[in-house]
């Protein structure tokens, strides 16, 4: 099982598409649902209940998580110093990842840092300064010796361009990645739909550009023997490759991955902190194995592409902060990703029966925090 570890929910960015998208909903509620609005800002439980609940699944796999994570430093190395989990994992900003003692950092498994592209689009979106600092820290933690996944997680929105920017992030003199994931802003706000232009971005950016990423993806291994870790990409494909009959929601919210509050309390993903209705447990008590399962509901289950799809995310699909209307855009977008796949397989098959990329190019760590569906 996979367990993203609240340490806080403090950040110290203050980044459009969260902290700016917040301000702007700070009206919004969740009429149906009981917030609780009052769990502590920090971590607040002793370290060995973690460890009671984490050894009773060998394969426990803990993800730090935040608001960000790395304003609670001491608090990472005691958990990695008490609890016995497979594997350690992070999703950071980046900005203090020069703070924890290399050490620590050498034994992540896989670290996320958030980064949308170029220093001219990060800094957009997270604040001047912030690409240069990442980037720096990130040169710094290979020098002292990471050799775990480092995967770059951007959060795409109307000033993206897809395309140009993960080529650049792929393949750039500063930093390149060979991981990368993106996530839409979409569907996770109240008011932000009527505020955008989601529809014409999506339309006529966003879904060209995937179709144009898909053909550099493969017309690169072609080119390099190499296939690019396009979190998107390559879990579709490995579904398709794999024959995968049926897929559940790809992140693993709500059934094989799930968050631990700062309260100790257990819900299924980070975005429902607070939401009692979907409180599973409490490390105190909880067995991890015998966790209740949550599964998204319609549309997807109505949906021709739900078995390939998976159904996107939990939290959009109970929540529905965007209309059907709406939401529909994006599912024409997820659509777009899945049939320009599709389309590619045949090139992708003739490249591995020759030899050139093979079938383990396609293996990574499932709910690994990338959500495969954007
Ligand atoms: S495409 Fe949309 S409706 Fe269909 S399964 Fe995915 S998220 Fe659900
Ligand atoms: S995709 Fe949705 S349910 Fe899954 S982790 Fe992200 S926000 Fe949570």
């Known amino acids: 099982m996979f367990f993203h570890l609240m340490l806080t929910t403090e950040c110290n960015l203050q980044c459009k598409y969260c902290f700016g998208e917040a301000l702007e909903d700070i009206d919004a509620n969740f009429p149906s649902l009981e917030v609780d609005y009052s769990f502590p800002r920090k971590i607040g439980y002793d370290t060995h209940l973690l460890n009671r609940f984490c ?39 980046g900005l203090l990842l020069n703070c924890l003692e290399p050490e620590y950092v050498n034994r992540f498994h896989t670290i996320l840092v958030s980064i949308d592209g170029d220093e001219a689009l990060t800094d957009f979106y997270r604040g001047n300064g912030t690409f240069r600092k990442v980037v720096d820290n990130l040169k710094s933690i290979r020098r002292n010796g990471f050799r775990g996944e480092l995967i770059a997680r951007m959060t795409v929105m109307e000033h993206t361009d897809i395309f140009k920017q993960v080529a650049w992030l792929t393949g750039n003199d500063e930093f390149s990645f060979s991981s990368v994931h993106w996530q839409l802003n979409a569907g996770f706000w109240q008011n932000d739909f009527k505020r955008r232009d989601f529809k014409k971005w999506s339309e006529e950016s966003y879904n060209l550009a995937i179709r144009k990423l898909v053909r550099f993806w493969v017309d690169h291994m072609e080119e390099n023997n190499v296939v690019l870790r396009l979190y998107p990409l ?10 995968e009959e049926k897929t559940f929601l790809r992140c693993g919210g709500g059934w094989v991955n799930y968050t631990i509050q700062t309260d100790g309390h257990i819900i299924p993903c980070p975005t429902m902190w607070g939401m009692k209705d979907y409180y599973l447990g409490h490390i105190s008590n909880a067995n991890p194995l015998k966790l209740k399962q949550i599964f998204v509901s319609e549309p997807c289950t109505e949906c021709d592409v739900y078995n390939i799809c998976g159904g996107r995310c939990l939290y959009a699909n109970i929540t529905k902060r965007w209309n059907a209307e709406a939401y529909s855009l994006v599912c024409n977008t997820v659509k777009n990703l899945i049939d320009t796949i599709k389309g590619e397989m045949p090139r992708i098959r003739r490249l591995i029966e020759s030899g050139k990329i093979s079938l383990r190019d396609f293996e990574f760590m499932k709910y690994n925090g990338c959500e495969i569906i954007p």
Do not use: H, R, W
């Open 55 to 93: 050894k009773q699944d060998p394969d426990c796999v803990l993800s730090f998580y935040g608001g960000e994570p790395l304003l609670c430093i001491d608090e990472i190395k005691q958990v990695m110093d008490d609890v016995k989990a497979k594997n350690f994992l992070i999703q950071t900003n």
């Open 234 to 243: 390559l879990g579709v494909a490995q579904s398709f490759l794999f024959s």
